[in-house]
């Protein structure tokens, strides 16, 4: 009884964990947004599992293509054979969509779900967290094993964003993004992001590393048995071809 009360005036005792300042939050963040920035062109080769309740897994093949330059982004589907062709298109800030089978092009939102999946074109894209929303310390936590700042994100005024509201906790260590949670204007959580894993690449563009998580394991919080595991299995940081953010481009592409 007496070690059980000593422990507890110990931890009545400790020290409380130190807030982040808000310029120290930002600049949290706005690490993180560079640390994954290229200042080039960016190739990834992923896979996409798909998991929904009463359905078969899915599993499907998507090379994604940015550019640091006019924030250009390019999704193409390469498999399954009766998916393969259809990609997404993001330029001057709207996301197309476009399906060989009908040869036309639709805009999206951003609330998009990335084949069907719980992916959004955010999973995907060069990150702009610093520009499209205001940040907040709210604590520090442990996360498993780790040290972490968690941090609300609030989407600033006239900003197209899939969800207007994020809490992620970073790890106090790297840096790195551990947990993303997605809310709707409501405060209803809507999904939940896990990056158990990143990898750095060595950038000629940049004249540094950059990094990208190689896995996301995501979880739709409304639809509780649906879930999307993105693994990212190749990365190549050299330069695209010119005229490769177009529509032309993709049409031809999905011949």
């Known amino acids: 009884m007496k070690k059980t009360a000593l422990a507890l005036l110990l931890a009545l ?3 409380p964990a130190l807030a982040l300042s808000q310029k120290e939050a930002f600049d949290l963040v706005e690490r993180f947004d560079e640390r994954q920035r290229n200042s080039g062109d960016f190739t990834g080769l992923c896979y996409l599992e798909q998991k929904e309740k009463d359905k078969s897994d899915v599993v499907r093949e998507l090379v994604y293509y940015r550019r640091s330059e006019g924030q250009r982004l390019l999704m193409l589907f390469t498999k399954p054979k009766a998916e393969a062709g259809k990609g997404y298109l993001r330029i001057e ?18 609330r998009e779900r990335i084949g069907g999946s719980d992916s959004r074109r955010g999973d995907f894209d060069e990150p702009r967290l610093t520009e499209e929303f205001d940040v907040k310390w709210e604590a520090d936590e442990k996360l498993g094993a780790y040290g972490a700042h968690k941090l609300l994100l609030t ?6 964003v899939a969800y207007p509201t994020a809490r992620i906790w970073y790890d106090s ?27 750095k690449v060595y950038s000629e563009s940049k004249k540094g590393e950059v990094w990208y998580p190689e896995q996301i394991h995501i ?13 990212i299995k ?4 050299r330069p695209l071809t010119a005229n490769m953010f177009t529509k032309a481009w993709l049409e031809a592409k999905s011949r």
């Open 234 to 237: 190749q990365v190549d940081l």
């Open 219 to 231: 979880y739709d919080e409304i639809e509780k048995a649906n879930s999307t595991t993105v693994v």
């Open 13 to 15: 005792a400790a020290p």
């Open 93 to 110: 800030k709207n996301l197309w969509l476009y399906d060989p089978a009908t040869g036309k092009w639709e805009r999206r939102t951003e």
């Open 173 to 199: 260590a790297t840096g790195n993004m551990l947990k993303r949670q997605d809310l709707a204007l409501s405060g209803r959580l809507m999904r939940t992001a896990l990056y158990p894993r990143w990898k």
């Open 155 to 160: 989407a600033k005024e006239g900003v197209d």
